[in-house]
């Protein structure tokens, strides 16, 4: 399943996946994601795959890179929090592609990339 992390800066939008990601868990995120499009044009993203997650099933990784692609110029910023290797080496082979910044963090650096997500925005001082 994928969580909405609460309580984010305005133009922040937190996903992070529990248990066993699947095809349906995206479609109940994608409304979250249009909602903020329109009230902020550009997003930024934090995705955590820490140590609740277990992995996709087929149909979530397709729904995971159309995700990322279907939004790909919607946002600013996005923070991948995971110490998956596999997970890892595919954002930097697909981080090339983002128009926005992206950025690695290790589990343990949750609260960095937080941080750094909600940098320069008017509401995360």
């Known amino acids: ?9 305005e133009g922040v939008v ?3 996946a529990v248990g066993t990601v699947t095809s349906a ?16 044009g550009k997003i930024r993203l934090i995705h955590i795959l820490g140590d609740r997650f277990d992995d996709f099933t087929a ?4 729904e995971d890179g ?20 596999s ?7 697909a981080g090339w592609a983002a128009p926005g910044e992206m950025r690695l963090f290790a589990n343990a650096e949750r609260d960095q990339a937080l941080a750094w997500t909600s940098a320069d925005l008017p509401s995360a001082r």
């Open 25 to 40: 868990d995206y479609q109940a995120v994608t409304p979250v994601i249009d909602e903020a499009l329109a009230a902020h």
């Open 1 to 9: 399943m994928i969580e909405l992390i609460h309580g984010l800066p």
């Open 87 to 93: 997970v890892r080496r595919l954002v930097k082979a």
């Open 14 to 16: 937190g996903i992070e």
């Open 66 to 85: 159309k995700f990322g692609l279907s939004n790909a110029l919607s946002f600013e910023r996005i923070a991948v929090v995971t110490d998956r290797d």
């Open 59 to 62: 149909g979530g990784v397709w």
